[in-house]
């Protein structure tokens, strides 16, 4: 039997409303009810595929507290199929070389488990 389709979806804007995100100005002040309504943290109790999140903890972009506050919600939730990777010294570009290869190793790692493995059924 073949497999459902997965779809793997990478984020990169800020999870919180704006009111506490770095937010270039301007940006949110054309509609901010659509950007503040676009956050992942309100989508949250909707996850039923595994999650990784992968974050700098200096992002100046998207802030560290961003992903915290995402990871609380989901625990709230009581969702189990998600993980955490944090990157003490990486911005929102990546830029150790050990960072790279540790981001990469757990996305082969999930996709392995996910896409080939006991978690495509």
Not at 60 to 78: A, G, M, P, T, Y
Not at 83 to 106: C, G, I, N
């Amino acid at each position: 039997m073949t497999p459902p389709l997965r779809l793997v979806v990478c984020s990169v804007r800020n999870i919180t409303p704006i009111t506490f995100c770095n937010v270039k100005p301007g940006i949110a002040d054309v509609d901010s009810l659509s950007y503040a309504r676009s956050s992942p943290i309100y989508y949250a109790d909707g996850l039923k595929g595994h999650l990784l999140m992968c974050h700098g903890m200096v992002d100046v972009n998207v802030h560290f507290q961003d992903i915290v506050r995402l990871s609380q919600r989901l625990i709230e939730l009581k969702k189990e199929n998600w993980e955490l990777a944090v990157y003490p010294v990486e911005d929102h570009a990546f830029v150790e070389p050990a960072s790279w290869t540790d981001e990469y190793k757990r996305i082969l790692k999930l996709f392995e488990e996910q896409l080939k493995g006991n978690g495509a059924k």
